[in-house]
């Protein structure tokens, strides 16, 4: 069920003494439940598993009712559902709710409705979270005010409650970000001064197919979808055709007013543009390519970045001036341009950004060289695809580590990278005879590891002078860690203590 900007709105209104049950307590689920607390609703968390330490603390604080280890009745009977993005639609709980026609939305869609500033939003199988620092540092170096949210740092709800967004939100008429309102407590957006209004700050939300799975109004000025390839599976049918769905929803509310950025070079992501085409209000349509001149982007031509924009075309720079570099990395580059051209950062901005800006931790982040060995945090890559990116962009034999909870992967899609490159594989977590099974034959050497510790040790044992120990592991961090940052520091503090 798809509600409208009516709907919402009359939702939105009826919250202050209203029950709204919020389906999960991690970091999203909790900041959407402390967003709904303050605008007066009557909120309950309900969480199937446990809830961390932290997170009830939080809960608690705010005198936020919860439940853990299981959805009790209470839990059934909220006016509407707010769902973490870790919290599966097929989930009983979450199905109960549809089947009884109250609405289900997702964190970002509720954190939408207290902000009237405008929104870049950051989506893809790969590179959404280098691409969103990219264009943070971008606005950073032009000294732009902007918020960094979404699936990276702080989720969208948590900073709406820090910046005092609800108070300020609470008379207008209109949800999401396509109302006008004063802004007065926004001093601590980075790069702001005192008080803003909505052309002078920008939110930059890193946005998943989970948290795009309920939304309804949510309307980005600027979307950008970086590539579709196969990744959380299991969430959708074990179906590319419904995971894609998932992320074509990024564009759901666009229209002439908006630009939607996209990867021409990914079949599926240029499908979806050319449908987009055949509205009668499509949004601006904005496409990079590092294969072929498109009519309205970015593209390579004669070794340089070019931008063919309004039937203008103008030199950027050299890809070869790109402080990351690798294929998958001039992509996130053009994206990142693209983007803050759309907002009107001048072109040595952009120039500067993309030739100084080094990258974000737990991609590709040189940890430590030891021994002439140089250890690499590769842990944000959750999927086989980044897996061969990272595998792509170093030329040295390495030792690779593998594994953790598995979201139906097909490791044999890096055979020709093992083949080349690798004479070590380490598998760790869950997945580990999986990925026996799958590539265990691939490569010269495979061990299997108990924990981190164990993984890295054994990577030292086997690695040479001038080689590479690289944790990627194409997994969810879920059976043995937190989350992808705690399985990136549990590795860098282990090669750390090596000797």
């Known amino acids: 069920m798809l509600l409208n900007a009516t709907h919402i709105t009359q939702l939105k209104q009826g919250l202050p003494g209203t029950k709204v049950v919020v389906i999960g307590a991690a970091r999203s689920g909790v900041g959407a439940a402390e967003l709904l607390h303050e605008a007066g609703a009557a909120v309950f968390v309900s969480d199937h598993g446990t809830i961390a330490e932290p997170m009830k603390e939080r809960l608690q604080t705010r005198g936020i009712a919860f439940e853990e280890g299981g959805h009790s009745a209470a839990a059934s009977d909220g006016a509407f559902a707010v769902l973490s993005p870790g919290v599966p639609t097929q989930a009983a709980l979450v199905q109960e709710y549809l089947h009884t026609r109250k609405a289900v939305v997702s964190e970002i869609e509720l954190a ?57 939100s609470t008379s207008e008429s209109e949800p999401s970000n396509q109302s006008s309102s004063g802004n007065s407590q926004v001093e601590s957006i980075s790069g702001a001064g005192s008080t803003l209004t909505r052309e002078e700050y920008y939110w930059i939300l890193e946005v998943s197919s989970f948290q795009l799975d309920h939304i309804h109004t949510f309307c980005p000025d600027v979307s950008v979808l970086l590539n ?25 509310q666009q ?30 349509l904005w496409a990079f390519s590092t294969q072929e001149a498109v009519t ?58 993309l030739s100084r800006f080094t990258g974000v931790e737990h991609r590709l982040e040189v940890v430590r060289e030891l021994d002439g060995i140089k250890y690499i945090n590769d842990s944000k890559a959750t999927n086989v695809n980044a897996v061969w990116f990272a595998l792509d962009s170093i030329k040295t034999p390495m030792t690779l580590i593998l594994g953790g909870r598995d979201k139906g992967n097909d490791y044999t899609e890096l055979r020709d990278q093992l083949i080349e ?79």
């Open 112 to 168: 939408s409705w207290f902000s009237s500033s405008p929104i870049i939003a950051i989506t893809g199988s790969n590179g959404k979270t280098t691409v969103s620092s990219w264009i943070q540092d971008c606005f950073a170096r032009a000294g732009r005010p902007h918020q960094l949210a979404g699936n990276i740092g702080m989720a969208f709800s948590e900073q709406c409650t820090k910046l005092g967004l609800v108070q300020s």
């Open 228 to 252: 579709i390839t196969p990744d959380h599976l299991d969430r959708y049918n074990h179906s590319m055709d419904d995971y894609s769905a998932s992320k074509f929803r990024i564009t759901q």
């Open 255 to 284: 229209s002439g007013g908006e630009t939607f950025i996209y990867n021409y070079d990914d079949l599926r992501v240029r499908s979806h543009a050319q449908q987009l085409l055949s509205q009668s209000d499509a949004p601006r």
């Open 296 to 353: 309205e982007g970015a593209f390579l031509h004669n070794n340089q970045i070019i931008f063919r924009l309004n039937n203008h075309e103008e030199i950027l720079m050299s890809p070869f001036e790109l402080g990351l570099q690798g294929q998958h990395n001039l992509q996130n580059g053009l994206a990142t341009a693209l983007a803050a051209r759309a907002c009107e950062i001048k072109n040595e901005v952009i120039r500067e950004s």
């Open 421 to 499: 490159k690798v004479h070590t594989v380490i598998a760790i977590g869950e997945s580990r005879e999986r990925i026996q099974e799958q590539i265990g034959d691939m490569v010269p050497h495979f061990i299997m590891a108990d924990d981190m510790r164990t993984a890295v040790r054994s990577a030292q044992k086997q690695a040479k002078r001038g080689e590479v120990v690289l944790l990627s592991p194409a997994c969810s961090s879920f059976d043995m860690f937190e989350n992808y940052e705690h399985r990136g520091r549990a590795f860098k503090e282990c090669v750390q203590h090596l000797s």
